[in-house]
């Protein structure tokens, strides 16, 4: 069918056919019988002679779990041209790899007036990145084509004012293809408060993607599932006996009860060990870094089955 497709266009228009994909817009393609595997590692390593960084000792974590960032850390004021420079280009490296997500988002708040400290934090990100320079997404084939999301919050992650982060992941079969680390715009008084705003926000994506797949031919006749850890949260979404307790929270938020009721949705528990967005809202240890990058279909392409150099 797809021979018939391909004869129909040339028919059509002026083309010529160049065979299976390999390069888009500085992405690399590897496509096997079994699987789809998308990275950037020309990218990233123009990025390591670009900064300086080429012979640098790599890490095994983005981020070290530990230490938090903050406007004024004492350290002296850095390069801002170099600074968004690198942040910049981590921020279009995350196309392929959503692993370093939250660290580069985190990076994208200190923007304006940076210190050594957020940079020596950025050049660590891309020491990260050189010890797994041939990372990237894998989408395997024949899986059941379902929409099902995660979404997560850490709770007043933020030193400077006190404001969560959400972080939301969506599959579609096998390896995330949509997924995000923001910053709330309010702040939480309670983890469950973060955890249903958080909820609310991946509901809207959730609504996005199901209009698109779609428009695509792949139509969810069921509510899209979405993980989440809380139960609290759960409760508040789906109990509208709740109302008084969360009348505080903005009224944008609560658009979800909506989104549950036309079976748009299904909020579902999730065990905290086994949700994937927690790895969009904190800075993780090094074991639970590497499970969850796993659940998000980040590997190395020397792990491909009949792979070929990338």
Known sequence: MLDEFKEDMKEKYEMSDLGLLHHFLGMGIIQTESSIFIHQKKYASSLLDKFGLKECKSVSIPLVATEKLSKEDGSGAADEEKYRKLVGSLLYLTATRPDIMYAASLLARYMHCPTNKHYGTAKRVLRYVKGT???????????????????????????????????????????????????????????????????????????????????????????????????????????????????????????????????????????????????????????????????????????????VEV
């Open 133 to 307: 320079l041939d990372y990237g997404l894998k989408y395997e084939k024949g899986k059941k084509a379902v929409l099902i999301g995660f979404c997560d919050s850490d709770w007043g992650g933020s030193l400077e004012d006190s404001k969560s982060t959400s972080g939301y992941a969506f599959s579609f079969g096998s390896g995330v293809f949509s997924w995000a680390s923001v910053k709330q715009h309010c702040v939480a008084l309670s983890t469950a408060e973060a955890e249903y705003i958080s909820a609310s926000e991946a509901t809207a994506q959730a609504i996005w993607l199901r209009f698109v797949l779609e428009d695509f031919g792949e139509l969810q006749v069921d509510a899209t599932p979405l993980q989440c850890d809380n139960t609290s949260a759960i409760s508040i979404s789906k109990n509208p006996v709740f109302h008084q307790k969360t009348k505080h929270i903005d009224r944008r938020y609560h658009f979800i009860k909506d989104a549950l009721q036309q079976g748009i949705i299904d909020l579902v528990y999730c065990p905290t060990k086994e949700q994937v967005a927690d790895i969009f809202t904190k800075a993780l240890p090094k074991d639970r870094f590497n499970y969850l990058r796993d659940k998000l279909g980040v590997i190395s392409a020397l792990d491909l089955k009949g792979s």
